[in-house]
């Protein structure tokens, strides 16, 4: 079994397309989103524009090519995405963690996650020191839903898959592709989780990681699904990254 790279260069991302690409794992119609940082913000299914708020920073040592380090020194967003979340929905991204994020630190959200409007249809995927969170609203309330960082990982790569499944009423969490847990979800926070416009780096607010915490983060291959993810895609998703 080849392990979860930590700390190495893997490989260069391979072409979508390509014979060892995205859409040869997945139909073409389930990505949403396929960020790979590869030295810009492209969304490598070329769908989605996004804009760039300050400066976002790319380093070699991604897991594929190259990765982002985003958060108060930059961030991004676009209007492109405003239908996602209506329906089951996947989030699956590259963290790089240290245990220095002591405070909430947005990775990827189409609502504010700081005190302002949690209480909105949307979702936010936060990174802290120990755990994930991925916290879904709508108009009357929100609920976060948490999950521990891998036990004895202080530093390195890791691999979170979070599926929002709204036929079960569930969210399923893959740590490292291996399913980690299963939460029930109240149906009324299920009801619509799109939002006009998706941050990545920061929440829907654009304040988190700039005004309320000083937050700095790497990652790499962000890709949204269509559909939430089960085991088997899950082992689909490792198998590409050649860690079968």
């Known amino acids: 079994v080849t392990p979860i790279p930590r700390d190495t260069i893997r490989r260069e991302t391979p072409a979508l397309d390509g014979e060892k690409g995205l859409f040869r794992a997945f139909p073409k119609d389930d990505v949403a989103l396929a960020m790979c940082f590869d030295n810009d913000l492209t969304d490598a299914a070329g769908r989605h524009t996004f804009r760039e708020y300050n400066t976002v920073k790319y380093y070699s040592n991604g897991v594929n090519g190259a990765c982002a380090e985003m958060g108060m020194t ?27 994020i002591h405070e909430d630190c947005v990775v990827c959200s ?27 609203g709508c108009p009357t309330d929100h609920d976060n839903f948490i999950t521990p960082l891998p036990a004895g990982v202080e530093s390195g790569w890791v691999h979170i898959i979070t599926a929002v499944d709204k036929e079960k009423n569930e969210l399923r969490v893959y740590t ?68 079968d």
């Open 74 to 100: 930059g961030f991004a967003a676009t209007d492109g995405l405003k239908d996602f979340g209506k329906g089951s929905f996947t989030v699956a991204v590259w963290l790089n963690v240290d245990r220095s």
């Open 110 to 136: 189409n609502r504010d996650w700081w005190w302002k409007n949690r209480n909105a249809n949307g979702f936010t995927f936060v990174l802290k020191n120990n755990d994930t969170v991925m916290s879904l």
């Open 176 to 243: 490292d592709f291996a399913f980690t847990r299963s939460m029930p979800v109240n149906p009324a926070l299920l009801a619509d989780n799109s939002a006009p416009t998706f941050f990545v780096g920061n929440d829907a607010g654009g304040e988190n990681n700039t005004k309320a915490f000083p937050n700095i983060f790497r990652l790499d291959d962000l890709f949204l699904f269509n559909r939430a993810f089960t085991d088997e895609d899950a082992a689909r998703l490792k198998e590409y990254y050649g860690l």
